[in-house]
């Protein structure tokens, strides 16, 4: 038996759903624990994800629904309009890292808690790598903005990890000099 295009579709973003969920939370945990102004972000950019997520499920569940008095052509123009919202709500957070950034470096950064850093960098790097492989299979089949958009999120945050690693190993190679 095989899954209806929108059914697939909907599983593929209620996993992703319940992925942003966990990483938001460990992120928001471990960037507290740590004092990782990066891990913390990766935690804030992960809670934005699952929320703008949420909207863009619940777009797609009623991209099935038939038309109406009020929507005589369906609720097909809520994809393009999540798909935008979550766009932007990504270019704002990207903004507020870069200023984050480097108010930081002027500041002269911060100690960590290396370990733990290295760790959630493991953990979000497997994570995020899972889901854009997952994402992008189930792309290959079925093409959907929505789910373009969730599998480039992924990948930034998948970037956000390999950033973090790098400057776990640049902290560790600065403290050995």
Do not use: Y
């Amino acid at each position: 038996m095989t899954s209806s295009p929108k059914g697939e579709l909907e599983r593929v973003l209620s996993g992703s759903l319940v992925a942003s969920a966990a990483s938001a939370a460990a992120g928001l945990g471990w960037g507290i624990a740590s004092g990782s102004g990066a891990v913390l972000f990766d935690g804030l950019f992960s809670a934005l994800s699952l929320l703008t997520l949420w909207v863009a499920l619940r777009a797609t569940r009623m991209l099935g629904l038939p038309e109406d008095d009020r929507f005589q052509f369906g609720f097909r123009h809520l994809e393009p309009l999540v798909v935008a919202l979550r766009a932007l709500a990504l270019v704002l957070v990207c903004v507020s890292a870069v200023a984050s950034a480097v108010n930081s470096i002027l500041r002269g950064g911060q100690a960590l808690d290396q370990p733990s850093v290295l760790a959630f960098a493991l953990f979000s790097l497997a994570l995020s790598g899972g889901m854009v492989a997952w994402e992008r299979r189930v792309l290959a089949r079925e093409p959907s903005a929505t789910l373009a958009l969730d599998a480039q999120e992924w990948l930034l945050s998948a970037l956000l990890s390999v950033g973090i690693l790098g400057g776990w190993a640049g902290a560790r190679a600065l403290e050995a000099a």
